[in-house]
């Protein structure tokens, strides 16, 4: 299941991003020119005011999240909302709620590092990977998060930026933390070869 979940969100995430990029030029000026007036008249958000905007918003989900208030998080949950928790249980926004309604879960000193954002260019949009820290307390059990988490936001007129869909990933003990991951080395469990 997380396979499939694991390849959706990487079709997702490439749509979303292939959504953003120009059209490529074609031969017919008919073609071109609903595409060449869409992108005259469509403007570029400035993406430090709407890495802004998002960052705020995880501020609130945090605290949102940590003061179990259902009424905050019913605003920023979207209806369509869908999250894999970390255990693969696949959640909507009606059966999330309800689990913190209940006080099935509660967070204590939830944090979010590590911020990793990519906004859509017309500021509408944006893909989250980042860190999760702290304290859950889930069906009376309490366990110490280190998660790292993929959000996926979108921005209406109306409701302004809500979450449409999360993935949860536990860190295992022994696994790399996200800062010590680096890009030019070798990973951890590679053999080097003996001459």
Known sequence: ?????????????????????????TNSKAAN??????AATAPVADKATVEA?????????AAALN????????RIYSDEYN???????AQTK?????????????WEGLKFGDLKIKT?????????IGHATGRTTMDGRTEERNSMVTWVMGKTKDKGWQFMSAQITDIKAGAAKPEDAKTDDKPANSVSEKN
Do not use: W, Y
């Not at 020119?33 to 869409?38: E, F, G, H, I, Q």
């Not at 999250?83 to 693969?88: A, F």
């Open 1 to 25: 299941m997380k396979k499939t979940f694991l390849a959706s969100m990487a079709v997702i995430t490439a749509a979303f991003f292939t959504a953003c990029e120009p059209a490529a030029n």
């Open 33 to 38: 020119a609903p595409a060449n007036n869409a």
């Open 53 to 61: 905007e998002v960052r705020k918003v995880m501020d609130d989900f």
């Open 67 to 74: 003061k179990g208030d259902a009424a905050a998080l019913d």
């Open 83 to 89: 999250l894999i928790d970390q255990d693969g249980v």
């Open 94 to 106: 009606s059966s999330r709620l309800e689990s913190i309604k209940s006080g099935k879960i509660k």
């Open 120 to 128: 859509h260019p017309a500021g509408d949009g944006a893909i989250i």
